[in-house]
Structures are given as structure tokens and as C-alpha cells.
């Protein structure tokens, strides 16, 4: 880990985006994000003029951000369980996204940006967030890490990125015959 200035946060905005985008890919790889992605799960995490999507800066330099959907602005798909969870579709938001430059990672930047949207979602009615962790991360770091903020399994999914590994997504191990396993998981907030 390198020496660290100050490092600040805030909601992210639309002027961000380009910084976003560029460590989203070099994080998990080529493709991974878009303009039109970036639009998309951007506006699906605002509501009632509160913002769930946030960035953490050092020295002016994006090294992190969180992109979170707010209850009832998203839908669930085949790699979803809302059977299994203890609250209601429209109660339970999503968290998307979670990166932080290698050169930042275990300061506590992905815990503090976890917290901050966590705060947003509870006042936009969520009382859980569910998210999908990359099971194939090194060490298996991001289940540890969503664990260690509360998180619970509830069920793997084999292949959920292999369709958009074909769309042209390059996932950093596979390539674009993705194969990783996203373990669903949930966090209750209170």
C-alpha cells in the first residue's frame, strides 16, 4: 500500500464518470463499464433527491467508489433469490459496485463507502442491501470483505457474468468465456 494523503468522500456525480469508468475496467477488467452502463446504474441509485452512489478521493484522484441501486429502482433476474431473504423486494436495495485501486485496498476506503450508502439507502426505505460478490476474487477477498460488513450468503451462482463475458465484457481471469461463481449475499440493516 502506498503513502496516503487525506483521503475524502462524497456523493458521486456526473462529472466523475470518465475517472469511474476507467478504474472500474482496470479493476475488473475491460468492458466491465460503459457510458451507458455509468448512466444507467447511476440513475438507479437516486431517489427522493438522495444520492446512494459515492466516490472517495486522494489528493483530487478517484481510488474508489460504490455504486448502490435504491429500493424499488431495480428488478431481480434469474441469479436473484428474493424468496430467501428476510425482507421484500421493495424494501431491499442493491449494491452494484465496490472498487478500490489495488494501491488503496484494506485502509478501510470500501467499508467507509459501504457505510455512506448504507446511510442514503435507510433513508430512501431500504432496510437490506443485496449484492453479488466474485467468489474468484484473489483470496476470495471480496466475500471476506462483504462478510466482515455484515453480510450473509445466500446462495451461489454459477456463470452469472459468462453472458456478459460474450457481450464483451473481458473478466480478469476467464476472459470472455466467464465462468467465475457471484456468491448472492445480503446485509440487514438494523
Same mark, same amino acid.
Given at each position: 500500500?502506498?503513502?496516503?494523503?487525506?483521503?475524502?468522500?462524497?456523493?458521486?456525480?456526473?462529472?466523475?464518470?470518465?475517472?469511474?469508468?476507467?478504474? /472500474?475496467?482496470?479493476?475488473?477488467?475491460?468492458?466491465?463499464?460503459?457510458?451507458? %452502463?455509468?448512466?444507467t446504474w447511476?440513475?438507479?441509485?437516486?431517489?427522493?433527491?438522495?444520492?446512494?452512489?459515492?466516490?472517495?478521493?486522494?489528493?483530487g484522484k !478517484?481510488?474508489?467508489?460504490? !455504486?448502490?441501486?435504491?429500493?424499488?429502482? =431495480?428488478? @431481480?433476474?434469474? =441469479?436473484?433469490?428474493?424468496?430467501? =431473504?428476510?425482507?421484500?423486494? #421493495?424494501?431491499?436495495?442493491?449494491?452494484? +459496485?465496490?472498487?478500490?485501486? #489495488?494501491?488503496?485496498? /484494506?485502509?478501510?476506503?470500501?467499508?467507509?463507502?459501504? %457505510?455512506?450508502?448504507?446511510?442514503?439507502? %435507510?433513508?430512501?426505505?431500504?432496510?437490506?442491501?443485496?449484492?453479488?460478490l466474485w467468489?474468484?476474487?484473489? /483470496?476470495?477477498?471480496?466475500?471476506?470483505?462483504?462478510?466482515?460488513?455484515?453480510?450473509?450468503?445466500?446462495?451461489?451462482? @454459477?456463470? %452469472? =457474468?459468462?453472458?456478459?463475458?460474450?457481450? /464483451?465484457?473481458?473478466?480478469?481471469?476467464?476472459?470472455?468465456? +466467464?465462468?467465475?461463481?457471484? #456468491?448472492?449475499?445480503?446485509?440487514?440493516?438494523?
Amino acid at each position: 500500500m502506498r503513502e496516503q494523503q487525506q483521503i475524502t468522500f462524497r456523493p458521486m456525480n456526473k462529472d466523475d464518470f470518465d475517472d469511474v469508468i476507467s478504474l /472500474g475496467n482496470y479493476v475488473h477488467g475491460d468492458g466491465y463499464m460503459t457510458d451507458e %452502463k455509468i448512466n444507467t446504474w447511476f440513475e438507479k441509485g437516486l431517489k427522493d433527491r438522495l444520492n446512494s452512489n459515492f466516490v472517495a478521493f486522494d489528493n483530487g484522484k !478517484i481510488v474508489g467508489f460504490r !455504486i448502490s441501486y435504491s429500493p424499488s429502482n =431495480w428488478q @431481480p433476474d434469474q =441469479w436473484y433469490s428474493p424468496d430467501l =431473504w428476510q425482507t421484500k423486494l #421493495a424494501d431491499t436495495a442493491y449494491f452494484k +459496485c465496490n472498487t478500490v485501486d #489495488a494501491n488503496y485496498r /484494506g485502509s478501510g476506503i470500501g467499508s467507509q463507502l459501504l %457505510k455512506l450508502s448504507i446511510q442514503v439507502l %435507510k433513508q430512501q426505505g431500504a432496510k437490506a442491501g443485496v449484492s453479488h460478490l466474485w467468489r474468484q476474487s484473489p /483470496g476470495n477477498s471480496a466475500v471476506k470483505y462483504f462478510t466482515k460488513c455484515g453480510g450473509v450468503l445466500v446462495k451461489d451462482h @454459477p456463470d %452469472k =457474468w459468462y453472458q456478459d463475458s460474450v457481450d /464483451g465484457y473481458e473478466c480478469t481471469i476467464c476472459k470472455n468465456d +466467464c465462468h467465475c461463481v457471484a #456468491a448472492e449475499m445480503i446485509i440487514y440493516f438494523d
